[in-house]
């Protein structure tokens, strides 16, 4: 069946420019994560949603980011004034519950974002 | 959250085993070990995970030290495309839901 997927795949914007980062989850997957991956390091977590409703958003470096996942399905990762800094692959996963030991996230590959 | 230490990289022959280790000296109770994979260009992906029980399945096998305190994954055959970053990380199964990932190791395999 089709897996996380994620647009786009690439994006390059200027410093100070708006951007939306979208994540499609696998049918079904209630929970729903966004997390960040700068160069040579492992993915550090940003926000998690269970159904509608950010649960934790514990992750979010400041109030630049935002995400939103109205429907339950999809989410939205939004970034205003971009910086420099905020250049990085951003990964989204899914899970079928959030927690618990059957709690397997899945991921998408990924967009990687560059602020020039 | 408890951490995990991995040794930076590793390498490998195809067709050999490779035994990944990790270290989590101050692991609780509710914790789980979790190990995530990522390969080149791609979003991590589950490989297997344990409490106190060794484990395997059709990736790989985890083995739990008795006292919890390190554990090791082990991949039987190590094929080329077994090259990743292998993640070793803790979830405490009544509140953990992101992952911390660590830096992991990078486990390059060679012909």
């Known amino acids: 069946g089709a897996g996380v997927s994620q647009t786009p795949s690439n994006k390059v914007t200027e410093k100070g420019k708006y951007v939306e980062l979208r994540c499609d989850p696998i049918?079904?997957?209630?929970?729903l994560y966004w997390y960040r991956q700068s160069l040579g390091q492992g993915p550090e977590f940003l926000i998690y949603?269970?159904?509608?409703?950010?649960?934790?958003d514990s992750g979010l470096p400041n109030d630049r980011f935002f995400a939103v996942r109205p429907e339950g399905s999809v989410s939205t990762l939004k970034i205003q004034r971009t910086e420099r800094g905020d250049s990085a692959v951003y990964l989204c996963?899914?899970?079928?519950?959030?927690?618990?030991?059957?709690?397997?996230?899945?991921f998408g590959p990924g967009t990687r974002l560059t602020v020039l | 959250d408890a951490k995990t230490t991995q040794p930076n990289s590793m390498e490998s022959n195809e067709e050999e085993p490779v035994h990944l280790p990790c270290n989590h000296s101050?692991?609780?109770?509710?914790?789980?070990i979790h190990w995530y994979r990522q390969l080149p260009s791609q979003g991590p992906e589950y490989v297997i995970h344990?409490?106190?029980s060794n484990v395997n399945n059709r990736m790989a096998s985890l083995a739990i030290a008795e006292d919890r305190k390190s554990s090791t994954l082990i991949l039987h055959r190590a094929t080329l495309r077994d090259a990743a970053v292998y993640y070793c990380?803790?979830?405490?199964?009544?509140?953990?839901?992101?992952?911390?990932f660590g830096k992991g190791t990078s486990l390059l395999v060679t012909p």
């Open positions: 049918s079904g997957h209630t929970a």
């Open positions: 996963a899914s899970s079928l519950q959030a927690g618990g030991t059957a709690d397997t996230q899945y």
């Open positions: 344990g409490l106190t």
């Open positions: 990380i803790l979830r405490d199964v009544d509140s953990g839901y992101a992952l911390n």
């Open positions: 101050t692991i609780s109770g509710t914790d789980y």
């Open positions: 949603f269970q159904g509608t409703g950010a649960a934790d």
